[in-house]
C-alpha cells in the first residue's frame, strides 16, 4: 500500500523532471504540444490517485489533507492549461512570434515550473519549500520575457527583481523558524520538517516565531501578489505567453499562499504568538480595495484580469486570515473557483488577443457578435469572477461576508464594498468587450473550447450542487487549518 | 566555544556590515565593484570560521562558493559588462548620501535592538550573527530603493544574499545551507547573464516604455 504511494509520490515529480528534459530536445514542434499535454495529464492522473493512497511521510516529501487539495487542483488546471497550450502555442508559431527553439524551450519551461510548484507543495522541508518556489519564481521569469519585446523585458526584470527581494526574506524567516525549533526539537533534518514543527510548535520561542512570521508574510506574500507588494504581478500577465499568464494567476499565487498558510499553522499551534489573522487580514482587505479601484483605469485585457486576480487573492488570504472552520472553509472554496475561473478567462482572453492582434481593450468589440462561442465563454467567465449567483464564487463570497459579518461588521462591510466596485468595473468593461458593433478582425478562431468550457461548467455545477462528500472533505481541511 | 572563536566570528560579521556601509556611500560604478568583492571575500572568510568552529566541513563548499563566485566572477563580470555598454558613470542616488547613511546608522539600531532580545537562548554567537545579518539586509534593501540604477540594484540584491547566507550559517546545524547557497548562486548568475543578454534597462522604477533604451533597435 505504501510503497505504491510512494511511487506515485515520486511519479508526480519525475514525470514533470523527464519530461522538461525530452521536451527541450524534442525536435518535433507539432507534436511537443500534445506531449506537453500527455505529460500533465499523467501527473493529474498520479495525483488524483492520492485521495486512496497514502504515503507516509518521509524527511522532505508529505502527503496530508491540506496539501491534497492544493496538489490535485495544481495538477488539473496544470494539464487542462497545457491543452490550451497547445492550440495557443501553435498560433504563435504560425505567427513567427516565436522560433522553434523558442517553443522547445517553452515547454520544457512549462514542466519545470509543474515540477517545481508539485515540489514546493509536497515538500515536508521549509528549506526545499523555499528552493522550490525560488526555482517556479525562476521559470516564470524567463516564461515572462520570451517574446524579448522591450515591455516583455522589462515586465520579466522588474518580475525578477521583486520576486527575488520577497525570496530573500522568506528565506529569512525560515532560517528564523528553524532556529526558534531547534531549542525544542534539536539539530538537523526533523528542526525543518512540517510534521514534526507543527506538532512542537507549541514550544517554541514565540518571540522568535512572530518575528519569522512577518517576513514569511511579507517574503511569500510578494509572491501572492498581496497590495502593496505586488507591482510586479499585472506586468507578468500582461506581457508573457497566456497560458503563463493562466498559470500564473490560476497556480503559482496559490503555492505561495500555501506557504503562507503552513506557516500560519505552526503560529496558531503556539498560544504565546501574536494573532497571525489581523496581518492578513490588513493584507487581505488592502489588496481588495486597492485592486477593485484600480480596475477602472485598465486598458489592457490581461492587465485588468491581473488587477482582478490580486483583487482575489486579497479576498482568500482575507478569509484565511479570518481564520475559523467556516471562513477557512469559504477562504477553500473560493481559492479553487478562482483558479478554476480565472484560468478559463485567461484561455478565451488568449484567443481573442491572437485574434485581433491586440490586448488593448479600445480595439476590441462585440465579440459576442463575431466570435460567439469564444465571447460567450468570456462573458460567462466574467459573470463568474464577479461573483454573480449561481456561479461558485457567488457562493464563497456569500460564505465569506456573512461569516466575517456575524464577528467584525465593519470589516465585512469594506470587503462587500470591494467586491461591489470591482463587479461595477469589469461588467462595465465586459459590456464594451463583448457586445456591440463588432470591430478589428473577424477571422474564425482555431481555438480549443474544452479547457475554457470544462472550468466553467465545474464552477457552475459547484455553485448550484456540491456533493456532500466534497462539502465535509473541506470542512475537514478547514478545520485542520485552525 | 573559548573567546577567541567568538571574537573573530565577531569581527567577519561585524566587517560585513562596515562593508555594506561601503557600499552604502560609494558613488562610482567601478569602486561599487571593488567594494562588493570585498563583502564576498568577508562573507566567505565569515563562513570558513564558522565551518572551522562549528566543525562543519559542508560550509567550506558554501564558503568557496561565496569566494569563487561572488568575490570574483561576478565583479569581473559586470566589469566588463559596464565597459561593454558603456555605463560606467556615477551612479543616481535618490535623497543625498548623507540622509542614507543616517537611515542606515538606524536600521543598524533597529536590528540589533529587534534580535537581541528575542534571541536570548541561542547562544552569544548565533544572536550577535543573526543581528548583524539582518543589518546587513536591511542595508541592502536600503541601496536597492536609493540607487536608480540596475547594477547597483543586483549589488543591493546580493549584499543581502550574503547577510542571508550569514544568517543561515550562524543557525547552527541547519540542514541545507549547501543548497541554498547554490539555489542563490543560480539566481544572480542568471541576474548577470540577464542584464548582458537582456542589456536590462537602466532604470525599471517606471514602466514607461519610452523610458527604455533601445539597443536592440525595437521588436525583435
Known amino acids: ?482 | 566555544m573559548d573567546r577567541l572563536a567568538l571574537d573573530v566570528a565577531h569581527l567577519f560579521a561585524g566587517g560585513l556590515v562596515l562593508v555594506s556601509f561601503m557600499l552604502l556611500y560609494q558613488d562610482r560604478m567601478f569602486g561599487l565593484l571593488n567594494i562588493f568583492a570585498l563583502h564576498a571575500l568577508v562573507v566567505s572568510l565569515s563562513v570558513a570560521w564558522q565551518a572551522y568552529i562549528q566543525h562543519a566541513p559542508h560550509l567550506y563548499i558554501t564558503a568557496g562558493i561565496a569566494l569563487v563566485v561572488k568575490a570574483i566572477i561576478i565583479p569581473v563580470a559586470l566589469h566588463r559588462i559596464i565597459v561593454r555598454l558603456g555605463i560606467h558613470r556615477n551612479v543616481e542616488t535618490v535623497g543625498g548620501i548623507g540622509m542614507t547613511m543616517l537611515a542606515g546608522i538606524g536600521l543598524v539600531a533597529l536590528s540589533i535592538m529587534v534580535m537581541l532580545p528575542i534571541t536570548a537562548e541561542a547562544g552569544t554567537l548565533t544572536r550577535e550573527d543573526l543581528a548583524f545579518s539582518l543589518a546587513v539586509i536591511l542595508l541592502g534593501l536600503l541601496m536597492m530603493i536609493s540607487r536608480r540604477n540596475a547594477v547597483s540594484q543586483i549589488i543591493g540584491f546580493m549584499s543581502i544574499e550574503n547577510g542571508l547566507i550569514l544568517a543561515a550559517t550562524a543557525a547552527k546545524g541547519m540542514p541545507l545551507v549547501v543548497e541554498i547557497s547554490v539555489a542563490f548562486s543560480i539566481i544572480v548568475a542568471l541576474i548577470v547573464v540577464g542584464i548582458f543578454l537582456f542589456r536590462i534597462r537602466e532604470r525599471f522604477d517606471t514602466m514607461d516604455v519610452h523610458a527604455l533604451e533601445q539597443f536592440r533597435g525595437g521588436h525583435a
Open chain 1, 1 to 482: 500500500m505504501n510503497e505504491s504511494g510512494s511511487l506515485l509520490l515520486y511519479a508526480m515529480l519525475l514525470v514533470p523532471a523527464c519530461s522538461a528534459t525530452l521536451l527541450a530536445f524534442f525536435p518535433d514542434t507539432k507534436a511537443t504540444g500534445r506531449l506537453n499535454a500527455l505529460a500533465t495529464f499523467l501527473t493529474f492522473l498520479a495525483s488524483t490517485s492520492l485521495f486512496f493512497v497514502r504515503p507516509e511521510p518521509g524527511p522532505f516529501l508529505i502527503v496530508d489533507d491540506v496539501n491534497v487539495v492544493f496538489i490535485v487542483l495544481n495538477t488539473f488546471v496544470g494539464f487542462t492549461t497545457s491543452v490550451f497550450s497547445a492550440s495557443y502555442i501553435s498560433h504563435e508559431l504560425d505567427t513567427e512570434r516565436l522560433t522553434p527553439v523558442y517553443l522547445r524551450f517553452y515547454h520544457a519551461m512549462y514542466q519545470t515550473l509543474m515540477f517545481a510548484m508539485n515540489l514546493a507543495l509536497l515538500s515536508n522541508n521549509v528549506g526545499l519549500m523555499w528552493v522550490s518556489v525560488e526555482m517556479a519564481t525562476l521559470t516564470t521569469v524567463l516564461m515572462v520575457g520570451i517574446y524579448r519585446t522591450p515591455a516583455a523585458l522589462e515586465a520579466a526584470w522588474k518580475y525578477f527583481i521583486l520576486g527575488s527581494v520577497g525570496i530573500a526574506l522568506a528565506l529569512f524567516g525560515t532560517i528564523l523558524v528553524y532556529l526558534a525549533a531547534r531549542s525544542a526539537v534539536g539539530e538537523g533534518l526533523d528542526a525543518m520538517a512540517w510534521n514534526v514543527l507543527v506538532k512542537h510548535a507549541a514550544a517554541f520561542d514565540p518571540h522568535l516565531l512572530n518575528l519569522a512570521f512577518v517576513f514569511l508574510l511579507l517574503g511569500y506574500g510578494t509572491k501572492v501578489g498581496l497590495a502593496p507588494l505586488h507591482a510586479w504581478l499585472p506586468d507578468a500577465h500582461a506581457e508573457g505567453p497566456t497560458p503563463i499568464s493562466a498559470v500564473l494567476s490560476g497556480l503559482l499565487l496559490n503555492v505561495a499562499l500555501f506557504a503562507v498558510l503552513r506557516f500560519k499553522m505552526i503560529m496558531s499551534a503556539n498560544p504565546g504568538t501574536l494573532a497571525s489573522g489581523p496581518l492578513m487580514v490588513t493584507l487581505g482587505l488592502i489588496s481588495v480595495l486597492f485592486a477593485a479601484f484600480m480596475l477602472y483605469r485598465r486598458h489592457d485585457i490581461k492587465r485588468m484580469f491581473a488587477y482582478s486576480s490580486i483583487e482575489h487573492m486579497g479576498i482568500i488570504t482575507f478569509a484565511f486570515g479570518m481564520g475559523g472552520p467556516l471562513a477557512n472553509f469559504a477562504g477553500l472554496l473560493h481559492m479553487t473557483y478562482h483558479s478554476l475561473t480565472k484560468s478559463a478567462i485567461f484561455f478565451s482572453v488568449g484567443h481573442i488577443a491572437q485574434i485581433k492582434g491586440t490586448q488593448q481593450m479600445s480595439e476590441i468589440r462585440g465579440l459576442t457578435v463575431s466570435h460567439p462561442v469564444l465571447g460567450w465563454g468570456l462573458v460567462l467567465g466574467v459573470m463568474a469572477i464577479v461573483g454573480l449567483p449561481p456561479m461558485g464564487i457567488f457562493m464563497s463570497e456569500f460564505l465569506i461576508i456573512t461569516s466575517t459579518f456575524a464577528s467584525h461588521p465593519v470589516l465585512a462591510v469594506a470587503l462587500g464594498l470591494g467586491i461591489l466596485v470591482a463587479l461595477g468595473a469589469l461588467l462595465l468593461r465586459l459590456n464594451g468587450l463583448a457586445f456591440g458593433e463588432p470591430y478589428g478582425n473577424a477571422a474564425p478562431a482555431q481555438a480549443s473550447f474544452i479547457p475554457m468550457f470544462s472550468h466553467l461548467a465545474l464552477v457552475l455545477a459547484a455553485g448550484i450542487y456540491l456533493p456532500p462528500a466534497l462539502v465535509s472533505w473541506f470542512q475537514h481541511v478547514a478545520r485542520l487549518l485552525g
